[in-house]
């Protein structure tokens, strides 16, 4: 017998919850084709009630979240991490960071959590029907989907836009400039972009 494959997806992908998050747009827009038969709600944050919390009680996460974080290399060449050959055990080889750099994941993962949580605590719930549209700015709201599940006859079928507002955006920090770029720009597009309009499975 074949051995079983593992599919790694994002989470949006599957029907899963997908946590608070922001995209690479200006506005975000959603168009609800089809609703699932349970879950799927729509969550949205304002980032200042966020932030303001976080200045009245954690001003130190404050600083953390404005600093320039440090990225693994090998998050840009694959994802995978390359050990130099050697005789050495594998179970004993990794991609040593060192105490200060570790230490600073820990505070990273502690100012992304207090983030997801206040936003869950703050937030509001939408359950778009079919035909409903929504919009937002997103560089003021944090989004959030709770999990779902279709059922024989209702299957959801969300159409998604990135939508760039040269009149009326915010201006762009500099760390976000080439994401934008790589969207909106059509020096750094990797050419026409496809927006598929049928449904695939997510789970």
């Given at each position: 017998?074949?051995?079983?494959?593992?599919?790694?997806?994002?989470a949006?992908?599957t029907n899963?919850?997908?946590?608070?998050?922001?995209?690479?747009?200006d506005?975000?827009?959603l168009?609800?084709?089809?609703e699932?038969?349970?879950g799927?709600e729509?969550?949205l944050?304002?980032?200042?009630?966020?932030?303001?919390?976080?200045?009245?009680?954690?001003?130190?996460?404050?600083q953390?979240l404005?600093?320039?974080?440090?990225?693994p290399?090998f998050?840009?060449?694959?994802?995978?991490?390359?050990?130099?050959?050697?005789?050495?055990?594998?179970?004993f080889?990794?991609?040593?960071?060192?105490?200060?750099?570790?230490?600073?994941?820990?505070?990273?993962?502690?100012?992304l959590?207090?983030?997801?949580?206040?936003?869950?605590?703050?937030h509001?719930?939408?359950k778009l029907?079919?035909?409903?549209?929504?919009?937002?700015?997103?560089?003021s709201?944090?989004?959030?989907?709770?999990?779902y599940?279709?059922?024989?006859?209702?299957?959801?079928?969300f159409?998604?836009?990135?939508?760039?507002?040269?009149?009326?955006?915010?201006?762009?920090?500099?760390?976000?400039q080439?994401?934008w770029?790589?969207?909106?720009?059509e020096?750094?597009?990797?050419?026409?972009?496809v927006?598929?309009?049928?449904?695939?499975?997510?789970?």
């Open positions: 017998p074949s051995e079983p494959t593992l599919t790694v997806r994002v949006g992908d899963e919850d997908i946590p608070f998050h922001t995209d690479v747009g506005i975000v827009s168009f609800a084709l089809g699932s038969a349970e799927g729509s969550l944050a304002s980032s200042w009630r966020v932030y303001n919390e976080l200045a009245r009680t954690r001003p130190d996460i404050i953390v404005a600093s320039d974080w440090p990225i290399r998050f840009q060449t694959g994802g995978c991490f390359h050990p130099p050959a050697s005789d050495v055990p594998p179970e080889i990794g991609n040593n960071t060192g105490e200060t750099v570790d230490q600073f994941f820990k505070k990273m993962a502690e100012a959590d207090s983030l997801h949580f206040l936003a869950e605590r703050f509001i719930s939408m029907q079919k035909g409903d549209m929504q919009f937002f700015n997103n560089l709201i944090l989004h959030a989907r709770r999990g599940n279709d059922g024989p006859q209702q299957k959801r079928h159409l998604r836009l990135w939508l760039k507002d040269p009149e009326n955006a915010w201006p762009m920090p500099k760390q976000l080439q994401k770029d790589g969207v909106y720009s020096e750094e597009s990797r050419g026409p972009q927006f598929p309009l049928y449904p695939y499975t997510t789970v």
